[in-house]
């Protein structure tokens, strides 16, 4: 899928699930400009930037498990995202090498 059609799938899921909830998420940051496509996850003082491609692998999982001691059934959704990255000039740079 594209980026485009995995957002606005995203942004569909968003705004079903958007209630009064006073819960916070962590921070993400994009790009300052439009050729920028890097995404920055803030969680506390941790920080992670990912620049994910145009097009990319996207799979939603939904699973329910009930408990034969509890009363209750959990229930779990999960979004992945993958692809594989190109390496560039500086991935070279770190390569390793034994003689």
Do not use: C
Request: glycine share 6%; charged share 35%; hydrophobic share 25%.
């Amino acid at each position: 899928m594209t980026r485009d059609e995995i957002a606005e799938y995203l942004h569909e899921f968003a705004t079903q699930l958007d209630s009064d909830s006073t819960t916070s998420a962590p921070t993400l940051s994009g790009g300052s400009d439009e050729d920028d496509t890097r995404i920055t996850f803030m969680v506390g003082n941790e920080s992670q930037t990912i620049d994910p491609p145009e097009s990319m692998a996207f799979e939603v999982e939904v699973e329910s498990d009930s408990s034969l001691v509890g009363t209750g059934t959990e229930t779990e959704v999960e979004f992945e995202l993958s692809w594989t990255n190109e390496p560039s000039d500086e991935d070279e740079r770190d390569e390793m090498e034994i003689r």
